[in-house]
């Protein structure tokens, strides 16, 4: 494995937690502009997904939203957890994504509120359809 590469979005140089994501059609906020719908593992594939609805107005996410999806390839030493006193309402926003460099190997860190995951990844790839990226 290898530094992660990025499509769809610019990479970022540090490891702060992310929710906004700069795109060729400008920022996309998946934290305040968008709702968690899925979390899926390919495991053939090694691929995790996180799909959720956006939309440029908040108050418009149920109704006007838009598919974006962060995909992340080459999945590595997965790990997803569940808060004890897990609720589904505290885990349909994007917390913050981090992404450290250890030794040349891209390590990926997810908070979901309520769920959190921990991953080794190759790539990272938002699919945003609206954009003709998806």
């Not at 920022?27 to 968690?36: G, R, S, Y």
């Not at 959720?52 to 149920?62: G, H, L, Q, S, T």
Request: aromatic share 8%; net charge negative; with cysteine.
């Amino acid at each position: 494995m290898v530094t992660a590469s990025f499509s769809g979005l610019a990479s970022w140089p540090d490891d702060q937690p992310r929710v906004e994501f700069s795109t060729p059609r400008g920022i996309l906020d998946l934290h305040n502009n968008a709702k968690i719908e899925r979390v899926d593992f390919a495991p053939g594939s090694a691929v995790l997904s996180i799909a959720f609805r956006y939309a440029e107005n908040w108050r418009e996410v149920d109704t006007k939203g838009r598919p974006v999806v962060l995909e992340f390839r080459g999945v590595r030493h997965l790990r997803m957890q569940q808060a004890a006193d897990y609720d589904p309402r505290a885990a349909d926003s994007l917390e913050g994504v981090v992404h450290r460099t250890e030794n040349g190997v891209s390590r990926f860190e997810v908070d979901m509120g309520d769920i959190t995951c921990s991953l080794l990844a190759e790539a990272l790839v938002l699919h945003d359809d609206a954009a003709g990226t998806g």
